[in-house]
Nanobody, 119 residues
Framework: QVQLVESGGGLVQAGGSLRLSCAASGRTFSSYHMGWFRQAPAKEREFVARISVSGGTTYADSVKGRFTISRDNAKNTVYLQMNTMKPEDTALYYC?????????????WGQGTQVTVSS
């Protein structure tokens, strides 16, 4: 069982920055493939970014060049640095993991943290 707790959401003006954090339980965090998703009102949940156990990263086209995912295995934490934010980035952001080194539909999800970008 993996528990995920997100933090760092809030209200920011367009062009601003936020950093989300996701703290994970478990002794084998370094072996987890981690990811971030988001869900805007009246829209389906969408993939944002993921990071492999070796640090390889993948991004959605909509955030490429503006968002950076990273991990600190000593702190069991994954981060999402969001820069040059846009109103369309407004969403509930979720941390997720498959609980393995592989990437597929995540089995474990956090409760989400709200991000609102004002124009």
């Amino acid at each position: 069982q993996v528990q995920l707790v997100e933090s760092g959401g809030g209200l920011v003006q367009a062009g601003g920055s936020l950093r989300l954090s996701c703290a994970a339980s478990g002794r084998t965090f370094s072996s987890y493939h981690m990811g971030w998703f988001r869900q805007a009102p009246a829209k389906e949940r969408e993939f944002v970014a993921r990071i492999s156990v070796s640090g390889g990263t993948t991004y959605a086209d909509s955030v490429k060049g503006r968002f950076t995912i990273s991990r600190d295995n000593a702190k069991n934490t994954v981060y999402l640095q969001m820069n040059t934010m846009k109103p369309e980035d407004t969403a509930l952001y979720y941390c997720a993991t498959t609980g393995t080194m592989y990437w597929y539909t995540p089995r474990y999800w956090g409760q989400g943290t709200q991000v609102t970008v004002s124009s």
